[in-house]
């Protein structure tokens, strides 16, 4: 059956004309000429969207779109202003009063179609109905301060979340104004984020991400970063918000390289996220760039669960203790990771430092990915249990079985 659009202008020649193109391209489409009638056939009519002026008679388009938000039939009906007032603050107070989106006339047929199109698509259905109830879990990995091995433990954690459960993970560069994950994987992207940047977040669905993904044979996927520093300022917060609500929808877990700011891209990113992951080495300017960071977050309302803390060691020795971490902060400190070769060697190679054959830090970093697992799955044993499951499990002992139990799973 075709989605129904309710086109509410007052300007009949255009109606008529948007309701022609919008005909053609499969959508069936009634019209109304003001703004009361616009709101009584949507209360009846219960369209898929609404196209609405916002210079008419009597009501205008933003009265009508603040009473189509207060009635029950049509609170989540996507609503697109299309008219030829094209000033910002008309455009700002139209998503204020619970829009979806604004496009001025005279418009290219395409253009409204694209849009109209990627909205009906996004309501179609929820990020939880795609994930069999369960959404994808978004993990950024944050510091300050650069060389604190964000890259390395979102790159690893990938691979590590992937290898533990054997479910679709994702792994964004998002680390500005360049980005290096893929040097950590040994790969090119043939595509990357500065691509999505040219189109309106609001049209980035599904199909689109996936043709930007490159495939890592530990098989994990990557949307790779911006190469030329000067493509940069191209990306908004918005484009953000976009990518990371749609990979979300895609991938069990989606892993985050963020830059060492607190941009509005970046904060887009922290209000996306599910968990924010902080390496923190073991050195006095760490701790007070950490310190501050908790600060802005405590500002910001985040709560404490949110946040989660490693000590990472990047050098050799010399470090602050454990103790004295956990007391400037007064915050748990979930993990350690201690320093290894292993790590420089495997950014020097391109294979992830979770597949060598450092034994301590290979298990650092699966308990870590085990941690920042979600519950459901912690508290389940999967039907083709991983030999990293075998080791993390046996490890936390998170399963309280008898010694048969064990006896039968490790053969």
């Known amino acids: 059956m075709a989605d129904v659009i309710l086109i509410i202008d007052d300007d009949t020649d255009r109606a008529v004309l948007t309701k022609i193109i919008l005909n053609k391209a499969g959508y069936q489409c009634m019209n109304a ?7 009584n056939m949507a209360r009846s009519a219960k369209p898929n969207l609404i196209l609405l002026d916002l ?15 207060k009635l029950p039939e049509t609170i989540d009906t996507p609503v697109i202003f299309l008219t030829a007032k094209s000033e910002t603050a008309n455009k700002v107070k139209g998503l204020q009063v619970g829009a979806d989106d ?3 006339v005279p418009f290219e047929r395409d253009e409204l179609l694209l849009r109209v199109r990627a909205l009906l698509r996004r309501t179609k259905a929820s990020p939880l109905e795609r994930q069999g109830g369960q959404p994808g879990k978004i993990i950024a990995v944050f510091n300050l301060r650069g060389g604190a091995g964000c890259t390395t433990l979102a790159v690893n954690l990938a691979v590590g979340l992937r290898n533990l459960w054997n479910q679709e993970v994702g792994l964004v560069d998002f680390s500005l104004p360049i980005g290096v994950a893929n040097i950590y994987l040994n790969i090119r992207p043939q595509h990357s984020i500065s691509e999505l940047t040219e189109y309106f977040p609001e049209m980035l669905d599904k199909e689109m991400i996936e043709k930007h993904l490159t495939f890592h044979e530990s098989g994990i996927y990557l949307l790779g970063g911006i190469f030329e520093p000067a493509n940069a300022e191209k990306v908004t917060e918005q484009h953000v918000a976009a990518v990371l609500d749609r990979m979300r929808e895609q991938f069990s877990y989606v892993l985050v390289d963020t830059s060492h700011d607190f941009s509005p891209q970046t904060l887009s990113i922290f209000d996306k996220a599910d968990e924010i992951l902080i390496p923190v ?15 802005i977050f405590g500002d910001l309302g985040y709560i404490e669960d949110k946040i989660r803390l490693v000590v990472n060691w990047t050098f050799k020795e010399n470090g602050l203790s454990i103790e004295h971490i956990q007391e400037a902060f007064q915050h748990p400190v979930g993990s350690l990771i201690q320093y290894d070769t292993g790590v420089s060697e495997s950014i020097s190679t391109g294979i992830p430092a ?41 490890r936390k002992s998170s399963f309280k079985q008898p010694k048969s139990f064990w006896k039968h799973l490790f053969k």
């Open 354 to 394: 979770i597949l060598s054959q450092s034994k301590n830090l290979v298990a650092a970093l699966e308990d870590l990915a085990w941690d920042l697992s979600r519950p459901l799955e912690q508290l389940s044993i999967p039907d083709a249990p991983s030999e990293m499951w075998k080791r993390v499990s046996k």
């Open 281 to 295: 080495p073991p050195d006095i300017a760490s701790l007070l760039l950490t310190k501050a960071s908790m600060q």
């Open 55 to 69: 210079v008419m008679p009597g009501m205008n388009g933003f009265d009508v779109c603040i009473q189509l938000r």
């Open 33 to 39: 000429y003001d703004g009361e009638q616009g709101i």
């Open 102 to 104: 604004y496009v001025t």
